[in-house]
């Protein structure tokens, strides 16, 4: 089929988008390690995951064998609201580049939220309202998720509580104030409302927070208010489930022009949008019906997959949440507050982890700076100005559209662009007036961090 035939953006109907969310794990023969009993080192079974999180998601979190779970009408009509989202062909850049690649990218910035999240707030939104409860807890790190779940949150008529990491708190203002307008209550940290809180400022006094912490804290207010139960806007298996509606959306539009991408790439920081893009590719992959190269772009200052350490680990700071096994950096380990906010988590989704493991996707890490120079010349060349994280996926898009320029290969990219950066500009600041830096941890920091992971046998 000649390129001329694809358009720039392919949209789907309203009747195309996916009814059910595919669960990749049903296909993997090779099951994530099970989540565990940070005390007692056992699996953990439905009723110990009950009191933390909401019992519909428990389940679906569980469920390692139904292919595909049926998306409740109230979620579709809401994914209406803003979806399908375009999987847009960047002729533009194609261009700018002269390269023969063909480069796609599926946007999921087209709301207020600015990125993937909503996919999965709206579902965890409307389980906690169907069981009942008062409101939900969690946590946010560059603020997409706690927006995305306040939205969903107000939609619903739930409590929002959110945990927001300190440098994020102070650096985007704006954020925060999204949040407290759609209803949430945003609280920096760490904090002194929580005992997990007061600990953690205790050891590190003037700590600009991190992910794990603001989990920790999150948990621990879900656990002891009545009526309120934690939720977590990535790495769980049932967030890789929602942002399926990612991949499913992508694999339509690209079957409607017969396209078959040979590289998918998305960044990587809990694993949510990656695991969702890539889902239904990787479904045929694993069951040997076709074969993509699939890969995992993170950040070089927080490194989970690329210099990390497969094994057991806490998913939080304050070490109370279960166990998961995953590429970790170690759960004390704290980044360097790096502008990629939303990929400074220290592990890495579970279904991720075991499928890198088996040698089933690659992984590859970028610097700072030169993914704001991807970011720029993407603003610049196709018109959107792209959330840091996203922009870790433009930098190695470009990288392999560059290596086709030299070997004039015509192969098809296709990247998650997942959010917008218009809440990021201090970050955009700083590398328009050249302070930028790049933060690399020494193999010291990480050996010091790993050294601390949980014995488990
Ligand atoms: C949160 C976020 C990410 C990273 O999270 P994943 O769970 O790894 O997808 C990437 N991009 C944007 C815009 C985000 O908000």
């Excluded at 995951?49 to 389940?59: G, K, N």
């Excluded at 779940?149 to 008529?157: H, I, N, T």
């Excluded at 209550?185 to 400022?201: A, D, N, W």
């Excluded at 489930?241 to 991949?247: M, N, T």
Aim: net charge negative; hydrophobic share 35%; glycine share 8%.
């Amino acid at each position: 089929m000649s390129t001329k035939e694809v358009p720039y953006k392919i949209y789907l109907t309203e009747d195309e988008m996916p009814k059910a969310w595919y669960n990749l794990r049903a296909d993997m023969k090779v099951k994530p390690a099970p989540l565990m009993h940070p005390g007692t080192h056992q699996p953990l079974k439905a009723e110990e995951l009950t009191p933390i999180f909401c019992d519909e998601l428990v389940q679906q979190e569980l469920d390692e064998t139904t292919p595909f779970i049926e998306i409740p009408e109230e979620i579709r009509n809401f994914y209406k609201m803003y979806r399908p989202s375009p999987l847009v062909r960047a002729y533009c850049l194609e261009q700018k580049l002269g390269t023969p690649a063909k480069i796609y990218y599926k946007f999921e910035g087209n709301n207020t939220s600015g990125s993937h999240k909503l996919n999965s707030a709206i579902a965890q939104a409307y389980y906690a309202k169907k069981q009942g409860l008062k409101g939900v807890t969690t946590e946010t790190g560059a603020g997409q998720w706690g927006t995305a779940l306040s939205m969903a949150c107000a939609y619903f008529g739930l409590d929002c509580k959110v945990y927001m990491v300190k440098v994020s708190y102070e650096q985007k203002p704006f954020r925060r104030e999204v949040m407290r307008t759609y209803g949430a209550s945003v609280v920096p940290s760490p904090s002194e409302t929580t005992e997990v809180g007061k600990k953690i400022l205790a050891e590190h006094p003037g700590t600009t927070g991190s992910l794990g912490c603001a989990i920790s804290e999150a948990v621990e207010v879900a656990t002891k208010n009545p009526g309120y139960r934690y939720v977590l806007g990535s790495v769980l298996n049932q967030v890789l489930l929602h942002q399926s509606v990612i991949g499913l959306e992508t694999k339509t539009a690209l079957d409607k022009y017969g396209i078959k991408p040979d590289i998918i790439i998305g960044c990587a920081g809990g694993g949510s949008n990656l695991g969702g893009l890539i889902a239904p590719f990787m479904g045929e992959k694993l069951r040997g019906e076709a074969d993509y190269r699939i890969i995992a772009v993170e950040p070089a200052s927080c490194p989970s997959f690329t210099r990390g350490t497969f094994a057991y680990d806490f998913c939080d700071t304050g070490m109370i949440c279960p166990l998961a096994k995953m590429y970790t950096l170690g759960s004390s380990f704290i980044p360097s507050a790096n502008h990629a906010g939303g990929l400074r988590f220290h592990g890495m989704s579970t279904t991720l982890s075991q499928l890198y493991h088996d040698g089933f996707m690659e992984a590859t890490s970028v610097e700072q700076t030169s993914v704001f120079e991807a970011a720029e010349m993407f603003a610049r060349i196709e018109g959107i100005l792209p959330a840091p994280e996203s922009s870790h996926a433009i930098r190695v898009a470009i990288d392999e559209a560059l290596k086709c320029k030299e070997t004039g290969e015509e192969k098809t990219i296709v990247f998650g662009l997942t959010g917008t950066g218009y809440f990021d500009l201090v970050a955009y600041q700083k590398y328009n007036d050249g302070e930028m830096s790049d933060y690399i941890p020494t193999d010291e920091e990480i050996a010091a961090s790993v050294a601390k992971l949980p014995k488990v046998d």
